[in-house]
């Protein structure tokens, strides 16, 4: 299967249902009154990380997710059915990034990790919601809000208890042949893993699973051959192995490419030189290798780090190197991790008016040509998107809007005169100073 660890897709909340405008009709009822409901709210869509999935490929062939719409309400009060909430399955390990803005918006670590990305759109209210001893027969109710939309980037970074770093072709798809059940494809070339392989090393009754990234250079930090591509799947390892291929010329050269790993780490991220760690050299049963395998391990040993001489190919040091590894892994555990959320997608509360609260002011602009005047308020102009004004009440529903925000006194503020036109959101008007009535 192919590895992709990045896509972009496109995520689009259900609608609202529209609230019903209907009266109550029955024999020996002549006066029944409104029974118009609400519309149904919009279903959501929500990134649910499981286990089972390793990497992001579905999300190539299908890149726009849709929720589920409210249904309609209707009358004899009954109130329109809330769309179904669309969830979508992704990798443990996913961050979900806003493309628009890119800011990150949650970091899916663990199997269940949940987070909406598009909130779905509330439901219109139906003209039973309007009546009151004033007015009793409100021909009016409100259209469904429309459901949010994104534009959303998936980047995966790999949860393994153990990444295999090391140079190309320092024998890491071998190594992780030889401890774990994987079957990686292996040539003698660099850059045969062109994507990470898992393993999974079972002892006793634990699993450990074994990362196979692409092989690192100098400048990877910079992005350079496959850069940021590998480094970001070391980032959640607990444990690291640092291999080196000890055929590669020289003892000098082997140990050069220790320090370059750790040079590496400390320009990308330099809390990975404090992740636990052990260095492997392998290929020594190649006779370079069995050359410059004591020099490395006498290094290694001065300064204290665990070092293991192996194999992959005869088999030689694996036993012993694979202990070693569990040994390592049982004293870093996993820490449990909880779904991080970077941003609170909730939608935007209407302001309303009992006990007075304080309204947020609107601001107007004046249009460079002179032509008229705009209304700018996020709340307002949602708000107008629900009104139908082909509905008798909709224009005296408008009015008292205009006045609860005293559109027209901040309109007379910045000189607005009669006639003027005025725009908000969507809706144009000629602006009628003193029209708006209780």
């Known amino acids: 299967m192919k590895f992709v660890d990045l896509v972009r897709i496109k995520v ?26 609400n519309g149904g709210d919009g279903g959501n869509v929500i990134f649910q990380a499981v286990d089972g999935i390793h990497t992001l490929t579905d999300f190539e062939f299908e890149k726009k ?20 909430d669309l ?19 949650a970091d899916l670590v663990e199997a269940g990790d ?31 809000e429309e459901g949010e939309e994104r534009n959303l980037r998936l980047e995966l970074k790999l949860i393994a208890d153990v990444g295999l770093v090391g140079f190309p072709n320092a024998g890491k798809s071998s190594l992780l ?56 799947h070391i980032e959640r390892t607990r444990v690291l192995v640092h291999v080196l291929d000890l055929s590669s010329g020289t003892s000098d ?64 040091g694996i036993t012993v190197f694979m202990n070693a590894l569990v040994e390592l892994c049982r004293e870093n555990p996993r820490p449990h991790s909880e779904t991080r959320l970077f941003e609170t997608i909730e939608p935007e509360k209407e302001i309303k008016t009992p006990f007075r609260k304080k309204v947020e002011k609107a601001t107007i602009i004046k249009m460079e040509d002179g032509s008229g005047y705009r209304v700018v308020h996020a709340n307002l ?16 529903h408008f009015a008292r809007l205009l ?14 005169q009669e006639g003027d036109t005025v725009i908000i959101g969507d809706i144009e008007f000629e602006y009628e100073p003193e029209q708006v009535q209780e």
Request: net charge neutral.
């Open 12 to 37: 689009k909340a259900g609608r609202g249902g529209n609230g019903c405008l209907s009266f109550r009709r029955e024999k020996f009822v002549p006066k029944g009154g409104p029974d118009g409901a």
């Open 87 to 105: 969830i979508v399955n992704v990798p443990c390990g996913t961050i979900v990034y806003d493309e628009e803005t890119g800011e990150p918006l």
């Open 114 to 144: 949940q987070v909406v990305v598009a909130q779905g759109g509330r439901g219109g209210r139906g003209n039973m919601h309007f009546a009151s001893a004033v007015r009793r027969v409100p021909r009016f109710a409100e259209k469904g």
């Open 381 to 396: 102009e949602r708000i107008l998107k629900r009104y139908d004004f082909e509905q008798e009440d909709a224009l005296f």
């Open 177 to 232: 042949a030889a401890i774990s059940n994987a079957r990686p494809k292996i040539a003698g070339y660099p850059f045969t893993t062109l994507s990470p392989n898992l393993g999974i090393l079972a002892v006793d009754d634990e699993r450990i699973v074994v990362a196979d990234v692409p092989g690192l250079i100098e400048g990877a930090h910079d992005n350079k051959g496959l850069g940021i591509y590998f480094l970001r």
């Open 253 to 316: 050269e082997v140990l050069r490419q220790w320090e370059v790993i750790c040079n590496e780490f400390k320009e990308y991220k330099e809390d990975l030189l404090e992740r636990p760690y052990m260095v492997v050299g392998n290929k020594v049963d190649l006779e370079k290798g069995q050359k410059n395998a004591p020099v490395v391990e006498s290094f290694m040993k001065s300064k204290g780090i665990p070092y293991y001489t192996t194999s992959a190919l005869s088999g030689e």
């Open 403 to 416: 006045k609860k925000y005293r559109i027209e006194e901040l309109l007379e503020q910045e000189g607005a």
């Open 65 to 84: 997710f849709s929720a589920e719409h409210g249904e309609p309400g209707q009358g004899q009060k009954k109130v329109g059915k809330t769309g179904k």
